[in-house]
């Protein structure tokens, strides 16, 4: 059958790579897609919340499944949209997308469920925000409730930074005013942070591998907040009895009370978790697949991608064990290569260098990200995170060796990395 894939990103380059391994798969579109899209399968210049357009190439070109990347298109309720019309679709409905794209909802969500989270308060107007905050004896999160493209949430150390994270979600509205209408304001706890991703349908929770993101722009877990700035997987931080606490205590309450609530989760359900000396929270629920957790993982991902995500749809997923899913036990670590100025303004249109050097590298998939392909073949830089180099290798220090082997030999003006994706678990031995 033939699969559209819809986004154009690292995450969707990635389903893209291994959609096209399945051989249930005769051919890959991606809407709108990037150079690396192109390469593995078809791109199709379609926006992603364009579903006018979306639903009539699906017809037209008889698309068996439509997986969905990016939380935009499913917050705007693409997967109604699809279904409305018989087709067939991956991703959760624009009410259950809501655990994602209201912050307010997923907290509020939690706290009924009675899954472990950071004590939290929710304003709607700054002044009693400020004046929150001002009586804290504790450092605090500040969170936009609606979606930044993973920047809206801004980890403070002091009351004056705080305060300024109010000023500038709710008053200078710089994730824009639907997402800064409302925020949440949260008691800051330290550990450890873990990604854990499940394929939920119906009943049937089943987790992937567990991962580990780097959030912020710089080395040492340093600088802003950034969409992620490389991943490795497995993360020897979610052993399988830390797992089954998550699954028990978290996503498990979360899909039944979605339920109860009339809106059943279908999809990805993707919990960041944090490890701390009082046990496991919830940091947030997002309603797809991570970028750049993804990557990784998928390199990894031995059983038929299309298998399981059909299963998921067709609410089949109970059929599979979680043993019958089946991973490379080679670790994989992905290096995200992003523009100068990022995760602030940035230029593109910058020529990138070194892309096929790279990929003579074994074991190396360099994903596209934020790239266009130019006429005459020359691939320039289309976004923030540009690429996202993975690698797999017998262990964690060969898989990070051989990713940044990679990433050394490309180049464009500007290009920035961090130099220490992994070493999280490195430093412990691993």
Request: some cysteine; overall charge neutral; aromatic content about 6%.
């Amino acid at each position: 059958m033939k699969v559209l894939v819809i986004g154009k990103g690292g995450r969707e380059h990635a389903l893209v790579w291994k959609l096209a391994q399945s051989p249930r798969v005769e051919q890959v579109f991606c809407a709108p897609g990037n150079a690396g899209t192109a390469l593995d399968g078809v791109n199709v210049p379609i926006d992603v919340n364009d579903f006018v357009y979306l639903l009539r190439f699906a017809k037209k070109e008889n698309i068996g499944l439509t997986v969905v990347g990016p939380e935009d298109p499913l917050a705007n309720g693409i997967v109604d949209a699809f279904q409305a019309e018989g087709l067939r679709i991956f991703g959760p409905s624009k009410a259950a997308a809501q655990i994602e794209a209201s912050k307010v909802y997923s907290k509020k969500l939690m706290r009924h469920a009675d899954v472990p989270t950071a004590e939290f308060r929710v304003f709607d107007h700054p002044e009693p925000a400020r004046k929150y905050i001002e009586t804290r004896e504790y450092p605090v999160v500040v969170k936009a409730d609606g979606l930044a493209a993973g920047k809206g949430v801004i980890v403070c150390t002091t009351t004056e930074e705080a305060i300024a994270a109010v000023n500038t979600i709710m008053v200078r509205e710089e994730f824009g005013r639907a997402a800064g209408r409302q925020v949440v304001v949260e008691k800051r706890v330290e550990g450890e942070e873990l990604s854990v991703m499940a394929l939920v349908a119906g009943r049937t929770i089943i987790s992937l591998a567990p991962s580990q993101d780097h959030k912020r722009a710089f080395d040492g877990d340093t600088g802003p907040n950034t969409g992620g700035m490389g991943a490795y997987s497995p993360a020897p931080l979610g052993t399988h009895e830390l797992m089954s606490e998550i699954e028990t205590n978290a996503l498990i309450p979360t899909v039944h009370a979605m339920k109860r609530a009339r809106t059943p989760f279908r999809g990805i359900l993707y919990a960041g978790v944090i490890v701390t000396n009082q046990g496991t929270r919830i940091l947030e629920y997002n309603c797809r697949l991570g970028d750049p957790e993804t990557q990784p993982v998928l390199m990894r991902l031995k059983t038929d991608l299309c298998e399981l995500l059909e299963a998921v749809v067709d609410d089949r997923l109970g059929d599979f064990s979680e043993d019958r899913l089946e991973w490379d036990p080679r670790p994989a670590v992905c290096v995200v290569i992003a523009s100068g100025g990022y995760p602030g303004p940035f230029t593109t249109g910058k020529m990138i260098q070194g892309l096929d050097e790279a990929a003579l590298v074994p074991d190396v998939k360099v994903f596209h990200a934020g790239t266009k392909l130019e006429p005459g073949g020359m691939v320039v830089t289309d976004g923030g995170r540009v690429l996202g180099v993975t690698a797999l290798g017998d262990t964690l220090a060969m898989a990070k060796a051989r990713a940044y082997e990679a990433v050394a030999k490309i180049s464009f003006p500007g290009a920035f990395y961090r130099k220490d994706i992994a070493d999280k678990a490195l430093g412990k031995g691993i």
